[in-house]
């Protein structure tokens, strides 16, 4: 079997980590320069062919020459944006096509007009208004590839059913909402991440004497919430900052969290970031192991329309299969049912601080769920995955 992959990288591995289990497949990996360089440690373990797509080239010649590798399954892994979408629509691909989908709001549910309100009360809450012409000027320029970029989705789904191939989401719960919206038999799960033996072997010989706390993902108040964070370590756990740290696992988007960051380790807490713009997946992986419990703290509803664990999912529960750790979520967070062993909830920000306080004091209870995480992580190996789909 020939497999191709495009696109987002953690779902780019996890791709050619299942299907490279079987030897008898072909896998490509078709991708931008700076991406397969990111990537190009996976040939110490896989059998990958990459080819590079430089930027000077056509997009549309670079995906339409796909065709000429005769695969028998086409991956689509990439982040929406109207360019990418026009020039999807105008490649007639030769092979069934897997689109992975990580927002079903937006590919499928909102309307014209709730797209345009979403863009809108995005737009003006970012901008300076003493430049109004430019503002106005701008919006409206924004407002008319807006509705460009709706219409190539909607094209882009209805091809795609007329030509009777697949959309992928990242797990069950996501499926179902998306079932009351298309016909199940055009919808596939796979996991972001997978589990692999090797996360195991990494994991030998790392003791934590702290406690180890991973926040995974950029470093953004939009996406998860620091400031509660923040507020939790000052108000409730100053007496206990000497037996816990928190690694802030991304690469820092809002530059105004590492200053107050500063400040809580001017104090005497012991906070890890990154000054980096983006962390690649082999440094994260190797940084992610050394956790001891992970803490999805998303904005559940970052919009009217977006759930997380309902329409939409966060790479937290993922690396919680990667790497065979815990979680920490908040109660109405839909996380995957087989990890729910492996997972304590928090209702608010003094449960929470309760919660770090009991596993800092008992060990026994990390230990419980370290074990739960790993028989958790095995129901989704490679071959396990291959079963399912």
């Known amino acids: 079997m020939e497999i191709e992959s495009i696109g987002h990288l953690t779902m780019v591995v996890t791709l050619c980590e299942i299907f490279c289990n079987d030897q008898k497949n072909e896998v490509f990996v078709f991708s931008l ?4 360089n990111t990537l190009k440690y996976l040939n110490k373990k896989l059998n990958i062919k990459f080819i590079n797509y430089n930027e000077q080239e056509d997009i549309y010649q670079f995906l339409l020459n796909t065709n000429n590798f005769k695969l028998d399954s086409l991956y689509i892994v990439t982040l929406e944006s109207e360019d990418t979408i026009r020039t999807l629509n ?3 691909f030769n092979t069934k096509t897997y689109t992975v989908i990580h927002d079903i709001d937006i590919w499928f549910q909102l309307t014209y007009y709730q797209h345009l309100k979403i863009y809108c009360n995005n737009f003006l809450c970012k ?3 003493r430049h109004i012409f ?3 000027f701008k919006l409206i320029f924004g407002i008319k590839n807006n509705i460009n970029f709706t219409y190539q989705l909607k094209q882009y789904v209805n091809k795609s059913i007329k030509r009777q191939c697949f959309f992928v989401v990242l797990s069950t719960n996501i499926k179902n909402e998306l079932e009351k919206l298309i016909n199940y038999k055009y919808i596939k799960v796979i996991p972001f991440s997978i589990f692999t033996p090797d996360s195991l072997e990494r994991k030998k010989g790392i003791t934590n004497n702290k406690l180890r706390i991973c926040v995974l993902g950029y470093v953004t108040q939009v996406r998860r919430d620091y400031l509660g964070l923040i507020s939790i370590m000052e108000n409730y756990l100053v007496e206990y900052k000497d037996l816990f740290q928190v690694d802030m696992l991304g690469g820092v988007q809002d530059q105004k969290l590492p200053e107050k960051f500063d400040i809580l380790n001017d104090k005497g807490f012991n906070i890890i970031y990154y000054n980096e713009s983006y962390l690649t997946v ?5 940084e992610l192991q050394k956790a001891d419990i992970i803490l999805g703290n998303s904005v559940v509803r970052p919009n009217k329309y977006s759930i997380y664990g309902k329409t939409k999912e966060s790479g937290t529960p993922f ?9 920490l979520f908040p109660f109405d967070y839909q996380t995957l049912p087989e990890l729910k062993s492996s997972i304590l909830y928090y209702k608010n920000n ?3 601080a309760n919660i770090i306080i009991e596993l800092i004091i008992n060990r026994n209870k990390l230990q419980y769920l370290e074990e739960e995480a790993i028989k958790n992580s095995l129901k989704f190996t490679a071959n396990s995955i291959i079963q399912r789909m």
Do not use: Q
């Open 134 to 136: 430019k503002l106005i």
């Open 350 to 352: 003094i449960e929470l």
């Open 127 to 129: 901008r300076n208004y």
């Open 282 to 286: 082999e440094k994260t992986d190797i």
């Open 90 to 92: 105008k490649t007639n």
């Open 33 to 36: 320069n700076r991406h397969v």
């Open 319 to 327: 690396a919680m299969i990667k790497s065979a750790k815990p979680g």
